[in-house]
């Protein structure tokens, strides 16, 4: 991952500080529109969250005054829905499985939670692809606008999956086939953000609440996100018997013992991730 490290120009900053991956869109002069390379990158830098036991907790976040614009139209028109290539039956929907599908999946799927800090102007894909994050913080000068139906397409990055699954289907209805602009409290209100704050206390809420995360029980808590993920299409035998699975697997982590063990001694349990 050629990003990791890399310079102030590099279209995705990355570094990880006390077990926490901070993932930073970096095309302010686009803000932050995803490109092929970026999106790679990023999941890439999702993929190996999930297998570092020294990354605890993720952070995406965007330079510059916007989160994320959607995917970039201008610098790849082939590579993205209403592209001017020809294409042939079958191509669109291959390049949405490779591509944006496959980012806002790989967010979802991450074995560690995600945290989105949405620092501004967030539009097309980038709506799901903040909507994905495990825990969504909101800038109270950000906004949401999912913006398809404005350019003649139809939602992509699972933008139908998870907005129904956020406000119900006739919320979703209304966004979805609108795509009208939402600030920050209109997306507190419907239930989009777990939290709004002043732009000044985003960053630094991030880090309070990437902190408590990275502290916590880390298998303990990917289990939960599995079990979350998958509740609202499972039928209750088998969340019932996904969650004893789960449980089967927790009470294996040194982690479950040491909470228990706490929990006798009167003190604070001491989570090591595993």
């Known amino acids: 991952m050629p990003v990791s490290g890399g310079p102030g120009g590099a279209p995705v900053l990355h570094r990880v500080a006390e077990g926490v991956s901070w993932i930073t869109l970096n095309r ?3 803000l932050n529109a995803v490109t092929a390379e970026m999106r790679e990158s990023l999941v890439g830098l999702l993929e190996a969250a999930s297998a570092d036991p020294g990354v605890r907790a993720v952070v995406l976040t965007g330079a510059g005054r916007g989160f994320c614009a959607g995917a970039d139209l201008r610098a790849a028109p082939n590579d993205a829905p209403g592209g001017a290539a020809e294409r042939v039956a079958g191509d669109v929907a291959r390049m949405l499985r490779r591509g944006v599908q496959r980012l806002v999946a790989a967010v979802l799927d991450c074995e560690k939670p995600v945290l989105a800090a949405v620092n501004g102007p ?4 980038g709506v799901p692809l903040a909507l994905a994050c495990d825990l969504v913080l909101m800038a109270d000068t950000a906004s949401l606008v999912p913006a398809f139906v404005r350019r003649g397409l139809v939602p992509d990055g699972g933008a139908a999956y998870l907005l129904p699954r956020l406000v119900g289907p ?3 209805k209304e966004l979805l086939f609108l795509g009208d ?3 920050a409290a209109d997306a507190e209100r419907l239930g989009l953000v777990n939290r709004v704050v002043p732009a000044a206390e985003l960053e630094p809420t991030a880090r309070a609440w990437a902190a408590r995360l990275a502290s916590g029980p880390t298998r303990t808590i990917a289990l939960t996100k599995e079990l979350l993920n998958t509740a609202l299409e499972a039928d209750r035998s088998a969340a019932f018997a996904a ?10 982590t040194a982690d479950a013992a040491e909470g ?7 003190r604070e349990p001491d989570f090591t991730g595993r």
């Open 181 to 183: 602009r939402l600030t």
């Open 170 to 172: 006739q919320r979703a």
């Open 122 to 125: 967030t539009a097309g894909v």
């Open 28 to 30: 302010p002069e686009a």
């Open 260 to 266: 228990v063990r706490a929990f006798v001694e009167r």
């Open 243 to 252: 969650e004893a699975a789960a449980q089967e697997a927790n009470l294996a």
